[in-house]
Structures are given as C-alpha cells and as structure tokens.
C-alpha cells in the first residue's frame, strides 16, 4: 500500500513560475524524501529532511514538512524546462531495526511539464 | 560518483520462462533493494536485501526470489515468467545507517509475451 499520496497528480507551468506539489502519509516516519525521474530512467535524489525538522533547502529547491499534519510540500522556484519529470515523495518508517528502517515507502508521484 | 548499474534496458521475454536481472553497485552500500513500477501504482517493493545472503519480502514478493552472494550484486529471479510480470523493474543501494538516501540504476523495462 502507499504511504505517500502526492498532489496534485499533474502540474503543466510556463518556465520560470514556481512548481509546488505535496504529500501526504499516514504513519510515524523518521524521514521524508524526494525523488526526480526522468521519462524512462532511474529515480534521482533530492532532498531528504528528517522528522525534527521544519524545512530545507536545495539550490532551487525548498521542502517542508508538518508532522502534525502528517504532510510535506516541495516547491520549485524559477521553472526551467529540463525540471521536466516525475517527482515522488518516499517515506522512512520510525522504527526499532536498522534494516527495516531502511526502507522507503513511495508515493504514485507527480508529473511536472513545463512549457518553455 | 555513486553508480548503481542494471544489466539490461531493455528485455524480452516469453511466459513460463525463468528470467534473471542484474543490479551491480560500485559503492559498498549495505543494502539493494529491488522494485518494480507501474502507471499509477507508484513504486512497490519486491524484495531487499540488508547485507550478502540477507534478504526480507517486500509488499509484493510473490512470483519473484532474489540472490545476494556477493555485497555488490544483488539479482532478482522470476521463477516462470507470467504477462502480468510485465513492467518497469528498478534497483536501489543504499548505506545502513539512519535516513539514508536511495541510488537508483536506470531500470529494465521488461515484457513478457
């Protein structure tokens, strides 16, 4: 079953407006991340933030994350065509054993198109 | 740089047949894991491994058994091979250590006919 559920499934943006898409999970984690993929290859990674903290950064990339709320944000600034891509926020339980917590859990991720 | 090589993009296959792919990782990464994904599934677990000869079932192991002889290699086996098996099939690595992130090969589309 997915823990992550991203929203919205589909976002077409002109190049240089922002991009900002969401995930939603249901239990405990450790740790939230997001992923690009490319049409046909592997998935890259982005950004991880942990579960005590609020938000980060990354060159053009900002995330949030509420835990209360059980949901986190990705926002892309200043679009540019090659952002292209799916992008997947993934989970890491909050878990006693090492090897378990080391498993994702992934969302059906986002589509991005922007037009240039 | 981290490299996370699958041995095959593209790959053909006819049912009943028993069907091998290779994932090879140059990082000394504990754990390999492998996935398989779907439109509109997302990606799903099909099994890891968290150290050489370990293994765990994922979400959806049925039909499926994997190998681990050797730290860097982890294979995924497909006893006999069935039309709903055909899919987009990704390997992961990744460090044992708390919130680590995953590095992904480039997958291997597989269908089978």
């Known amino acids: 079953s997915q823990q992550g559920e991203e929203d919205p499934q589909a976002l077409s943006i002109q190049e240089g407006e922002n991009a900002t898409m969401n995930c939603s999970y249901k239990t405990s984690i450790n740790n939230l991340q997001w992923y690009r993929q490319n049409s046909g290859r592997g998935l890259v990674h982005l950004i991880l933030?942990?579960?005590?903290?609020r938000e980060k950064h990354s060159g053009r990339l900002r995330v949030t994350l509420d835990t209360s709320k059980k949901s986190s944000s990705l926002l892309i600034t200043a679009s540019r065509a090659a952002d292209t891509a799916s992008y997947f926020c993934?989970?890491?339980?909050?878990?006693?054993?090492?090897?378990?917590?080391?498993?994702?859990?992934f969302g059906g991720g986002t589509r991005v198109l922007v037009k240039p | 740089d981290v490299k996370v090589t699958q041995s095959s993009r593209y790959l053909v296959k006819r049912t009943g047949e028993k069907v091998f792919l290779e994932c090879v990782q140059d990082?000394?990464?504990?754990?390999m894991f492998w996935y398989r994904q779907d439109p509109g599934l997302g990606l799903r677990l099909i099994y890891f491994s968290y150290d050489v000869k370990m293994k765990e079932k994922g979400d959806i192991p049925e039909g499926y058994s994997v190998s681990r002889e050797k730290k860097e290699r982890f294979s995924l086996i497909l006893e006999s091979a069935s039309t709903n098996q055909t899919s987009m099939y990704l390997c992961a690595s990744s460090r044992t250590s708390s919130a680590q992130p995953q590095h992904f090969g480039d997958g291997t589309r597989l269908s089978i006919l």
């Open positions: 990082m000394d990464h504990e754990n």
């Open positions: 933030i942990r579960s005590n903290e």
């Open positions: 993934a989970t890491g339980p909050r878990t006693e054993g090492e090897a378990a917590g080391n498993k994702l859990t």
